[in-house]
T-cell receptor, first 112, second 111 residues
Framework: DAGVIQSPRHEVTEMGQEVTLRCKPISGHDYLFWYRQTMMRGLELLIYFNNNVPIDDSGMPEDRFSAKMPNASFSTLKIQPSEPRDSAVYFC??????????FGEGSRLTVL | GEDVEQSLFLSVREGDSSVINCTYTDSSSTYLYWYKQEPGAGLQLLTYIFSNMDMKQDQRLTVLLNKKDKHLSLRIADTQTGDSAIYFCAEKRAGSYQLTFGKGTKLSVIP
């Protein structure tokens, strides 16, 4: 298996633009997590899904952030409109029912 | 305070042992983890310990858990330049499917 695949690896955009980050979890993994990493706040859990259903989105900063998982092999994290303070590395991770959490390589977002 | 705390930086000489410390607050933690993040990469699981254990050894890595003091440490023997990375401590609480991460300790190995 290729591991958790995220795209794009790097995104530079202007304030106000819509940003969509994508994730393909490892096949067979029941749980998918979106994290945000910044120097100030470290690694923060934004939302996680179980069998494509959002379970806990209490970490989503505000209504500008939304996440979907239309099927077991794909998830998106959308920011609309983006702001400079959203600049961070966004990680997707997946795991089976009982087992290790695997991270993707991350998507580095810069909002100018 | 933070749920999981770590010192932010550690610098050691190549060949010496490194000890990275972590404290957590939730006594219901069932598993405790150490993840490694190399520059520009995601986090990789290094090792983990179940809360009813007090020590786990895996080659150059030794994990010590003091459940009474809620203190976890990672010792890396014979530290190499390839060990330079950020090390994250994480806890999994009973009944939860998510992990709570510390802010990470940046280990710098001096040749």
């Amino acid at each position: 298996d290729a591991g958790v695949i995220q795209s794009p690896r790097h995104e530079v955009t202007e304030m106000g633009q819509e940003v969509t980050l994508r994730c393909k979890p490892i096949s067979g993994h029941d749980y998918l997590f979106w994290y945000r990493q910044t120097m100030m706040r470290g690694l923060e859990l934004l939302i996680y899904f179980n069998n494509n259903v959002p379970i806990d989105d209490s970490g989503m900063p505000e209504d500008r952030f939304s996440a979907k998982m239309p099927n077991a092999s794909f998830s998106t994290l959308k920011i609309q409109p983006s702001e400079p303070r959203d600049s961070a590395v966004y990680f997707c991770a997946s795991r089976p029912e009982s087992g290790e959490l695997f991270f993707g390589e991350g998507s580095r977002l810069t909002v100018l | 305070g933070e749920d999981v705390e770590q010192s932010l930086f550690l610098s050691v000489r190549e060949g010496d042992s490194s000890v990275i410390n972590c404290t957590y607050t939730d006594s219901s933690s069932t598993y405790l983890y150490w993840y490694k993040q190399e520059p520009g990469a995601g986090l990789q699981l290094l090792t983990y310990i179940f809360s009813n254990m007090d020590m786990k050894q895996d080659q150059r890595l030794t994990v010590l858990l003091n459940k009474k003091d809620k203190h976890l440490s990672l010792r890396i023997a014979d530290t190499q330049t390839g060990d330079s990375a950020i090390y994250f401590c994480a806890e999994k609480r009973a009944g939860s499917y998510q992990l709570t991460f510390g802010k990470g300790t940046k280990l710098s190995v001096i040749p």
